[in-house]
């Protein structure tokens, strides 16, 4: 059974970064379609940052040019560069695969951006 374990979250002044890492671990386990989510409080979770099928970094619109996606093979996590922090980045990061395809979710990590 596949883990995700997500880590790097915390309180943090606009303008600022922070560095998500999203630990994969069971059997068999791989990065492939790995991605980060975000959720607002009553708001649906909302696939941020991700790779394409060809390995390109795609982002959705707010985050673009400020997020930032990578994977480690070494320690078999895919981390989030947050660069550049606005408040309204404030939210509970996830990590998973697709809507097709979850994982069981992870338990998140808070970040929160003052202003």
Do not use: H
């Amino acid at each position: 059974q596949v883990q995700l374990v997500e880590s790097g979250g915390g309180l943090v002044q606009a303008g600022g970064s922070l560095r998500l890492s999203c630990e994969v671990s069971g059997s068999m386990t791989s990065l492939e379609g790995i991605g980060w989510y975000r959720q607002i409080p009553q708001r649906s979770r909302e696939l941020v940052a991700r790779f394409s099928i060809l390995g390109d970094p795609i982002f959705v619109d707010d985050v673009r040019g400020r997020f930032a996606i990578f994977k480690d093979n070494t320690k078999n996590s895919v981390d989030l560069q947050m660069d550049n922090l606005k408040p309204e980045d404030t939210a509970v990061y996830f990590c998973n695969r697709d809507s097709s395809r979850l994982y069981a979710w992870g338990r998140g990590t808070q970040v929160t951006v003052s202003s």
